[in-house]
């Protein structure tokens, strides 16, 4: 038990004296998983309005897919990406490897399904007269989506949480496509694990109260946004 208290202690002295490894760590993760998100909530929310508004052939099969697609495992996607970007691969001349925007590629791959997936939940528990009012008012389809979108606003909520938690906490993409380079692509969670697996205990512990921090952060802004809505 001492030396857990001990590893408190010294996190919290390497917080406060803006250790470098530290810090990088942290900018990284910011940097890349706000990439990701960024990516996967423009893609994920017109997808998901698609999936969950249209009827179309093969509609089923397309969810099952993208539910399927919910479990995809961290290492078998960045297994994928490593291969599409690696020297060798077909977009081995784009140099994304080891790169943070390498990183963002799988994590936007990991986050892409889950917001996919909410959005269309959420657009079909929508009441199926919302459709028809707007259709007999004239409105275009931009304007029927839109509306779409702010009806079903507490379910992108959802999905946004949910998203991030899964792109905050991955190891596997961030180990096998960035590499973890130290002051370059090593992130909070890949820190965590190479930290602790040397002994650095404090180390470990300060990136993970990060981690939390950040995860509580994200989750308490969005839980305020979503009793204001």
Do not use: C
Not at 1 to 27: C, N
Not at 54 to 64: E, S, V, Y
Not at 69 to 95: K, M, R
């Amino acid at each position: 038990m001492e030396f857990i208290l001990e590893g408190l202690v010294k996190a919290f002295q390497l917080l406060y004296h803006g250790d470098q490894e530290t810090y990088s760590a942290i900018w990284a993760t910011i940097k890349v998983s706000s990439i990701s998100m960024t990516v996967s909530l423009l893609l994920g929310i017109p997808l998901g309005y698609m999936l969950g508004y249209l009827n179309f052939p093969g509609k089923q099969a397309i969810r099952t897919i993208v539910d399927t697609l919910l479990a995809l495992p961290t290492v078998f996607i960045g297994l994928v990406v490593y291969a599409f970007i690696s020297n060798n691969g077909p977009l081995g001349d784009l140099g994304l490897l080891f790169t943070l925007n390498g990183i963002a590629i799988g994590q936007s791959i990991l986050a892409l399904p889950i917001v996919i997936a909410l959005t269309a939940t959420s657009v079909e528990s929508l009441d199926s007269n919302l459709q028809l009012t707007l259709r007999s008012l004239g409105a275009s389809r931009l304007q029927i989506f839109l509306t779409t979108v702010e009806e079903a606003r507490l379910g992108l909520l959802i999905a946004a949480i949910t998203a991030t938690g899964r792109v905050l906490t991955e190891v596997g993409i961030s180990m096998m496509v960035g590499g973890n380079i130290k002051y370059h692509t090593r992130t909070i969670t890949t820190a965590i694990a190479l930290e602790t697996n040397k002994g650095q205990f404090a180390t470990g512990i300060a990136l993970g109260l990060v981690l939390l921090a950040m995860a509580f952060a994200v989750n308490l802004s969005l839980s305020t946004l979503r009793r204001r809505i």
